[in-house]
C-alpha cells in the first residue's frame, strides 16, 4: 500500500504581484473567469484589467495589490479544481501576511467575493495606516534572528517577518529602518533590501488599521477552517472561527513567523508543499527552510495543466 503524502497549500503574499498575472488563467478556463468577475463585481471596479494590463505602478499600491494577488492565486486553485488535477488533500492551509487571506477562502472560512473585499479593505486601511505614522520595512540578508531583535532594540525598528535562516524582515519609521540598516551592515548582514511598501507592517504603527478591521470583520459571519489555517503569528492551527478572528487582527502588528509556521508543519509530517499563486518567493523560503521537502508551484495556466505531484 503506498504512503500517503501529507501536503500543504501556501499562498503568497504581497510583493508577488506582476502585470499580466492571471491572463492566461482567465482565457484557458472558465472557474479563474469567473473568480476574476467576482472580484469586478465585489470591488466595483476592474480589478482584471488592473492584473492583466496594468500599470504596473498602480497594481503595486498596496489598496490594489492586496485583492489582486488573493484574486490571482485562488484563480489557480480553482483552475486546479475545474482541470481536475489531483492536487493531494491539503492537511493545512498558510499564507505568508496577506496570502492568509487567500487561505480564508481555500479553507471555506468565506466566500471568494467577501475574501477578495476584505483584502481590500486591509489594504486600504494599511496604507491609510502608513499615511498616518509613516514607515517603511527593509529585508535582512545574512543575519540571524538573535543578532538583529538585539539591533532593533537598540534602534526602535522590529522584527516584521521571520522569512527564512539569513532572511529577515524589519519594520518601522525611516530613522529607526536607517539606524537598524546601518547596525546590520555593521553586526555582518550581507545584504540590506529596502521594501516598496506602502508602511511599517507588522509593528504597532499599523494599529489604526486594526481598529478599522476590527469593524469590518465583526460583520462578517466567518465558518471554521477546514483545513486547519496555520497562523502567521502563533505558527499554529487555526481550527475555529473566533481564533481565525483574532488572528487576522493579530497579525497586522506583530510578526509573521513563517519559518515558524512552515516547521510546525514538517514536523507534524508535511512532506510536499503546493505553493498557489503568482510567483515562487514562498518556495524559494520554504527551500531554506528544509532541503529535504518537495515543493510545488502552480502560478498559470501551463503549471495547472503539467502539474504533476511525482
Known sequence: MAELVKAA??????????????HDLYQDFESAKTVFGQADEALGFALSRLCFDGPEDELRQTINAQPAIVTASFACLEACREAGIDLLP???????????YTA????G???????????????????????????GMAAIIGLEEGPLSELCAETGAQVANLNCPGQIV????????????????DKGAHRAIPLQVSGAFHTPMMQPAVDGMAKIIAKLE?????????????????????AVKEELLYQLCNCVQWQRS???????????????????VLAGLIKRIDRNVKILNIGDAESV???SVD
Open 305 to 307: 495543466r503539467n502539474f
Open 90 to 100: 491539503p492537511s493545512f492551509v498558510a499564507g505568508h501576511s496577506l496570502g492568509e
Open 109 to 135: 472560512v468565506l466566500v471568494f467575493a467577501d475574501t477578495v473585499s476584505l483584502a481590500r479593505e486591509r489594504g486600504r486601511l494599511m496604507h491609510e495606516a502608513g499615511q498616518i505614522n509613516p514607515g
Open 9 to 22: 497549500y501556501v499562498f503568497p503574499g504581497q510583493g508577488s504581484q506582476g502585470v499580466g498575472m492571471g
Open 170 to 185: 524589519i519594520s518601522g519609521t525611516e530613522e529607526n529602518i536607517n539606524k537598524a540598516v546601518e547596525l546590520a551592515k
Open 222 to 242: 466567518l465558518k471554521d477552517p477546514t483545513p486547519p489555517i496555520i497562523g502567521n503569528t502563533t505558527a499554529q492551527p487555526l481550527t475555529t472561527a473566533p
Open 104 to 107: 480564508l477562502a481555500a479553507a
Open 262 to 280: 512552515v516547521e510546525y508543519m514538517i514536523n507534524d509530517g508535511v512532506s510536499t508543499f503546493i505553493e498557489i499563486g503568482p510567483g515562487k
